[in-house]
């Protein structure tokens, strides 16, 4: 048997299209292109849904008091979440990507849906040990 060449990924995404990644601290980042379907807010209203297990931003105005700062940094947008998770009991300490979907207004992840376990440098984690 031969040598199989090795082609490295070039750009390519974990998912495709606007993704929301819930941090192993419980917060939440999203790509900039959900960022965008929101409309590029400075604040976000983040909800949760118990009947679906689907969480759910909301862009909101500077004066709304109940929605969290929007924290921009290049390549992605982070909003808090840790309080709500542990107010709905939603587990967090892996960091998992889901796709994003926007909804009448509302940007929407799927916590039961596909997903993708994600390392510290974005990269999916693997199995050590074979393949």
Same mark, same amino acid.
């Given at each position: 048997?031969?040598?199989?060449?090795?082609?490295?990924?070039?750009?390519?995404?974990?998912?495709?299209?606007?993704?929301?990644?819930?941090?192993?601290?419980?917060?939440?980042?999203?790509?900039?292109?959900?960022?965008?379907?929101?409309?590029?807010?400075?604040?976000?209203?983040?909800?949760?849904?118990?009947?679906?297990?689907?969480?759910?931003? +909301? =862009?909101?105005? #500077?004066?709304?008091?109940?929605? &969290?700062?929007?924290?921009?940094?290049?390549?992605? %947008?982070?909003?808090? *979440? +840790? =309080?709500?998770? #542990?107010?709905?009991?939603?587990? &967090?300490?892996?960091?998992?990507?889901?796709?994003? %979907?926007?909804?009448? *207004?509302?940007?929407?992840?799927?916590?039961?849906?596909?997903?993708?376990?994600?390392?510290?440098?974005?990269?999916?984690?693997?199995?050590? *040990?074979?393949?």
């Amino acid at each position: 048997m031969g040598f199989e060449v090795f082609e490295k990924r070039k750009g390519g995404r974990l998912i495709e299209g606007p993704t929301v990644t819930h941090l192993s601290c419980g917060d939440f980042s999203m790509s900039g292109d959900a960022y965008a379907l929101l409309g590029l807010p400075d604040k976000l209203y983040v909800m949760y849904d118990p009947e679906t297990n689907r969480i759910g931003f +909301r =862009a909101a105005s #500077r004066s709304d008091g109940g929605a &969290y700062w929007v924290r921009k940094t290049s390549g992605y %947008v982070g909003v808090a *979440g +840790r =309080a709500m998770c #542990r107010h709905h009991d939603i587990p &967090y300490g892996n960091a998992t990507r889901y796709p994003a %979907v926007l909804e009448d *207004g509302v940007l929407v992840v799927d916590l039961s849906g596909d997903s993708v376990r994600v390392g510290r440098s974005g990269h999916p984690i693997r199995e050590r *040990g074979g393949r």
